[in-house]
Every structure is written in structure tokens, then in C-alpha cells.
């Protein structure tokens, strides 16, 4: 028999989804007590519901709960913050947050059904060093987006180099149909918020028009 050809599967989205006896009431533990957002409930009485984290959506749908086969791994922002908020709601915190071999820092709770739900983020200090050589390179930048990188670098921790470096090294990686980002939303919020205080008023093409007086 013919081994069939490998073929390049395009995909845009992808759902978790729990079975829970009461859609309302696990949409109300997931919005107040997890920090989700509602996208959508159906029905009357609802029977499906869909709630988000960041760009993250789950569903929940009436059903027979399975708890032992169900548990969903998120890449947040901040694990220790959402810990905490969570914790703060009386939460079942059901493996505590560490930083983990595999280069996360996560922890595991349990929704009402006892659902795991282990929330993450990336160790970026993690792995053996990597021996460099920096070498100087002549930059010039506009002036606005200058003062940015320079508050931008504050608000992360890092130098200024490796701020560059950070950016630069995403931006020559694939990610979907564009580059991978450094910058998580809560980042990428208050870089608006420096665009605004630095009077940029331009779009991310607008160096190609850049005229020097």
C-alpha cells in the first residue's frame, strides 16, 4: 500500500473544551475567580459557553464531567500575578508555582468539576550561557522612537543592547503568517501608552518616509 504524502496542514485556532454539569455556574468561576473573559453562552438555559484568556478560548459545554482525563496547559504573561489573583479567590491551588526543567514557571489548579488548569510563563534566562562578542554598530534612530526603546527597556529590566537584540532576534523568526513578538500584551499596551507619551504618531511603515532636515 502506498504511503500517502505528507501534506502542510494550515491552522488558525484551537479549542479546549471541558464538560461541566452547570454551563452558568463554571462561567462565573472562570470569569470571577480565574480571571477569564465571557465570549459567548447559548441556549436557554445555556448548555454552551466560551470564555477567554487573552487570546486564548475555551469551551465549556453541559455534559459529564471527566476530570481525570481533562487539564489544559496556558502561556500567560505573569504566572505569579495571575497565581495570586487566583489564590486571592479562594482558588484550589493544586501544584504551587516553580520554575520548572522545562524552562516555564507554572502552577496547576482546579476548576469546580476539578478540571487542571496549569497557567505558565517562559523562564528567558533559562539554559546554558551563551558565549558572545558584541561588537559596536553606528545607530541612528528618530528621535521619538529612541526615548521609546529607552523607556521600553526600562520597563523590561534590561539594557538597552539587549532590548535591540531581543526585537531583533524575534523579528527574523517565523511565527504564522508573520514574526514571532518578545512582547507580551500587557507589554504591547503599554507600548502604546510610550507611543502616546512620546508624541509618535506614526505607523510601524512609516520609516521608509523618514526624511532627516
Known amino acids: 500500500m502506498t504511503k500517502p504524502a505528507a501534506i ?61 482525563d481533562s487539564s489544559v496547559y496556558f502561556i500567560v504573561g505573569n504566572a505569579d500575578e495571575l497565581h495570586e489573583f487566583q489564590r486571592a479567590n479562594g482558588v484550589e491551588i493544586a501544584v504551587p508555582p516553580a520554575d520548572r526543567p522545562y524552562e516555564l514557571r507554572d502552577y496547576t489548579v482546579r476548576d469546580l468539576h476539578g478540571h487542571r488548569l496549569t497557567f505558565g510563563h517562559r523562564l528567558l534566562g533559562a539554559g546554558p550561557r551563551l558565549k558572545i562578542e558584541r561588537v559596536d554598530v553606528p545607530v541612528r534612530l528618530e528621535k521619538r522612537l529612541a526615548a521609546l526603546l529607552q523607556d521600553l527597556a526600562e520597563h523590561k529590566g534590561m539594557s538597552l543592547t539587549s532590548c535591540l537584540e531581543e526585537i531583533l532576534l524575534h523579528t527574523c523568526e517565523p511565527f504564522g503568517d508573520g514574526v514571532a513578538s518578545p512582547h507580551t500584551q500587557r507589554t504591547l499596551d503599554h507600548i502604546q501608552d510610550l507611543k502616546k507619551k512620546h508624541g509618535i504618531d506614526y505607523d510601524s511603515h512609516a520609516s521608509y518616509r523618514f526624511s532627516e532636515e
Open 8 to 68: 502542510q496542514v494550515e491552522c488558525e485556532q484551537q479549542h479546549a473544551s471541558f464538560s461541566v454539569r452547570d454551563v452558568p455556574a463554571a462561567v462565573e468561576f472562570y470569569t470571577t475567580k480565574l480571571g477569564f473573559r465571557l465570549g459567548f453562552m447559548w441556549g436557554e438555559p445555556p448548555t454552551f459557553a466560551a470564555v477567554n484568556l487573552g487570546q486564548m478560548q475555551m469551551f465549556l459545554e453541559q455534559g459529564e464531567p471527566r476530570a481525570e
